[in-house]
Structure formats: structure tokens, C-alpha cells
């Protein structure tokens, strides 16, 4: 009995390793919290993602802490939102054989061919077309292929529970996204202004026609002749409604919004929740413009 015992216990400590390997986490750093859900959306409990940008922080001025550049030197996969959107990565990003997704490589750019002057004042540039592109719930779709193709390198035999994963999260995806069209349809071709230029994308799916932004530049707020000059474009092009992110300055958000005679909603550009990020967005703009 107790050479039967002994031979189990060698049999369990020889499968221990392989068990905890199939139990181990790949983790995961991405540079914004849209990309960690759909990250999450994929490689469900077989992933450990971390967002080096929190939804409330500015996502083109991070300032990383110490331990946030550690967890990013040591994790298997980066997904990041590429083109001129993090400036601040080019300092911490490792030399490694990290497996660098840029999530940009697979998307229909918008406003590629839009001239972006760099000024003096500090700013972003977008020089390579809009950044904003996860805006579009549909390029969820070119997104997740992205990172299946980087997990499924990694865990090759886990590749078919990862589309599985990732089929069922586009499946919920793609409904909701047709409920959000037939909510929005009777407002297709509102006319709207933005503050900041982070609309795009949202914008075209879901039939706004976007007559201008605030800032001059991405993050360069409008001098007095540049903003007498949207007023006046506003009011001859009948704006009903003014976008803001929740970093625009309130002051100029009332004053665009009175002098332009349109009504402000602040919409939120990044979330933790992927599809909650649109139903939320969607609501307060459905509410907004049914008041109007």
C-alpha cells in the first residue's frame, strides 16, 4: 500500500508543473482600458491584462509609475493603439521579444490625408490619420483579430477556445450595435460640433455629420478669433449639438454651447467595459438629442 501511495505522489508532483503551466496567465499590457476589455474579450480567464492608462487620464500625456514600467517589461504582450497616439511609449518601451500588437495595422483610417502642422504650443498631432478609431464599435471586429493572432501565438493549442471566446463577445457586440443603430436612426445627419477631435469614427457609424472641431489642433484650445469664427459657422449650419470629452475646460464648453446656440453632452471617449463604454455613450447622446 504504501509503494502504491508513493508511486502516486511521484505521478502528482511529475504532473504538478504541467498543470500549473496550462493554469498560468498570459499577461497582458495595453495602453488604453478599451483595448484591456477587448483583450479581455478574447482571451477571457487565460489572459492577465493590465491598462497602463486609466479611462479618466489623458491618453496622450501618461505619466507611467515605476511599477507600471516594471509589469511592462516583464509582460508577454503589448497592445497598443499606434500612429501618433502614445508619444510617451517610445520612452519605456522594452527591447525585448515581446510580442507588440499594434492595433492600427488592420483599421480603415480616417482623416489620413487631413494636414496636421505641428505648432509651438504643446499638442498631438494625429499626422497619420485619426487616432480614435475603437470609437467605431465595428472595428471591434479587426481589433480582436489582432489579438487572437498574438495569443494564439503564444498558446497555439488553446487557439480554438480563443475564437470561441472572441466569437461569442462579437456576437453580443453585433447586436447591440444594431439596437444602438435603430435608436439613433430618427438622428442620423444631425448636425454636430466637437471639442475635441476624438468623434470621428463614432460619428460616421452612427450618421452625425461632424461641421467642426473646437480646437484648431488636437489639444490646442481656440483663440478669441477662432472661436467667433465657429459661432458663426455653427449658427449658419444649424449645430443642434455640441460634443465634449470629460477633459474639455467647462468654461469654453458653455461658452461654444450658448454662443453657438447648441446644447453640450459630454461623452466619454474610453471605458473599462467595451460595450458599456456605447451603451452609455448612446444614452446620454439619444437623451440629448431627443430634448433638443
Same mark, same amino acid.
Given at each position: 500500500m504504501i509503494?502504491?501511495?508513493l508511486?502516486?505522489?511521484?505521478?502528482l508532483?511529475?504532473a504538478a508543473?504541467?498543470?500549473?503551466?496550462a493554469? +498560468?496567465?498570459?499577461?497582458?499590457?495595453?495602453?488604453?482600458?478599451?483595448?484591456?476589455?477587448?483583450?479581455?474579450?478574447v482571451?477571457?480567464?487565460?489572459? +492577465?491584462?493590465?491598462?497602463?492608462?486609466?479611462?479618466e487620464?489623458d491618453p496622450h500625456?501618461?505619466e507611467?509609475?515605476p511599477?507600471?514600467?516594471?509589469?511592462?517589461r516583464?509582460?508577454?504582450?503589448?497592445?497598443r493603439?499606434?500612429?501618433?497616439h502614445?508619444?510617451?511609449?517610445?520612452?519605456?518601451?522594452?527591447?525585448s521579444?515581446?510580442l507588440?500588437v499594434?492595433?492600427s495595422?488592420?483599421?480603415?483610417?480616417l482623416?489620413?490625408?487631413?494636414?496636421?502642422?505641428r505648432?509651438?504650443r504643446k499638442a498631438?498631432?494625429?499626422?497619420?490619420?485619426?487616432t480614435?478609431?475603437?470609437?467605431d464599435?465595428?472595428?471591434?471586429?479587426?481589433?480582436?483579430?489582432?489579438?487572437l493572432?498574438?495569443l494564439?501565438?503564444l498558446?497555439?493549442?488553446e487557439?480554438?477556445?480563443?475564437?470561441?471566446?472572441?466569437?461569442a463577445?462579437?456576437?453580443r457586440?453585433?447586436?447591440?450595435?444594431?439596437?444602438?443603430q435603430?435608436?439613433?436612426k430618427?438622428?442620423r445627419?444631425t448636425?454636430?460640433?466637437v471639442?475635441?477631435?476624438?468623434?470621428?469614427?463614432?460619428?460616421?457609424?452612427?450618421?452625425?455629420?461632424?461641421?467642426?472641431?473646437?480646437e484648431?489642433?488636437p489639444?490646442i484650445?481656440?483663440s478669441p478669433a477662432?472661436?467667433?469664427?465657429?459661432?458663426t459657422?455653427?449658427r449658419?449650419a444649424g449645430?443642434?449639438?455640441?460634443?465634449?470629452?470629460p477633459?474639455?475646460n467647462?468654461?469654453?464648453?458653455?461658452?461654444?454651447a +450658448?454662443?453657438?446656440?447648441a446644447?453640450?453632452?459630454t461623452l466619454?471617449p474610453s471605458?473599462?467595459?467595451?460595450i458599456a463604454?456605447?451603451? +452609455?455613450?448612446?444614452k446620454?447622446?439619444?437623451?440629448?438629442?431627443?430634448a433638443?
Amino acid at each position: 500500500m504504501i509503494r502504491t501511495f508513493l508511486i502516486a505522489l511521484a505521478a502528482l508532483a511529475a504532473a504538478a508543473p504541467q498543470t500549473m503551466l496550462a493554469q +498560468e496567465k498570459t499577461r497582458v499590457v495595453t495602453t488604453s482600458a478599451d483595448l484591456k476589455s477587448l483583450v479581455e474579450a478574447v482571451g477571457g480567464d487565460r489572459v +492577465e491584462a493590465e491598462s497602463l492608462a486609466a479611462p479618466e487620464q489623458d491618453p496622450h500625456a501618461i505619466e507611467l509609475k515605476p511599477g507600471q514600467v516594471a509589469r511592462l517589461r516583464s509582460a508577454a504582450v503589448l497592445v497598443r493603439i499606434g500612429l501618433d497616439h502614445e508619444p510617451w511609449l517610445a520612452r519605456v518601451l522594452p527591447t525585448s521579444n515581446m510580442l507588440v500588437v499594434d492595433a492600427s495595422k488592420t483599421i480603415r483610417l480616417l482623416q489620413t490625408e487631413t494636414p496636421r502642422l505641428r505648432v509651438e504650443r504643446k499638442a498631438h498631432v494625429h499626422a497619420y490619420g485619426n487616432t480614435h478609431y475603437w470609437l467605431d464599435p465595428h472595428n471591434a471586429r479587426p481589433i480582436t483579430a489582432s489579438i487572437l493572432t498574438a495569443l494564439a501565438t503564444l498558446r497555439p493549442a488553446e487557439k480554438a477556445i480563443f475564437e470561441a471566446t472572441r466569437d461569442a463577445f462579437l456576437a453580443r457586440l453585433d447586436a447591440r450595435i444594431s439596437e444602438w443603430q435603430v435608436a439613433l436612426k430618427p438622428y442620423r445627419g444631425t448636425k454636430v460640433v466637437v471639442v475635441h477631435d476624438s468623434w470621428a469614427y463614432f460619428g460616421e457609424r452612427f450618421g452625425l455629420q461632424i461641421v467642426a472641431a473646437a480646437e484648431p489642433h488636437p489639444g490646442i484650445p481656440p483663440s478669441p478669433a477662432e472661436l467667433a469664427a465657429l459661432f458663426t459657422r455653427m449658427r449658419e449650419a444649424g449645430v443642434r449639438v455640441l460634443i465634449a470629452d470629460p477633459h474639455a475646460n467647462p468654461a469654453l464648453v458653455r461658452q461654444i454651447a +450658448e454662443k453657438g446656440g447648441a446644447t453640450s453632452v459630454t461623452l466619454f471617449p474610453s471605458g473599462p467595459d467595451y460595450i458599456a463604454l456605447f451603451e +452609455e455613450n448612446l444614452k446620454r447622446l439619444a437623451e440629448t438629442l431627443k430634448a433638443d
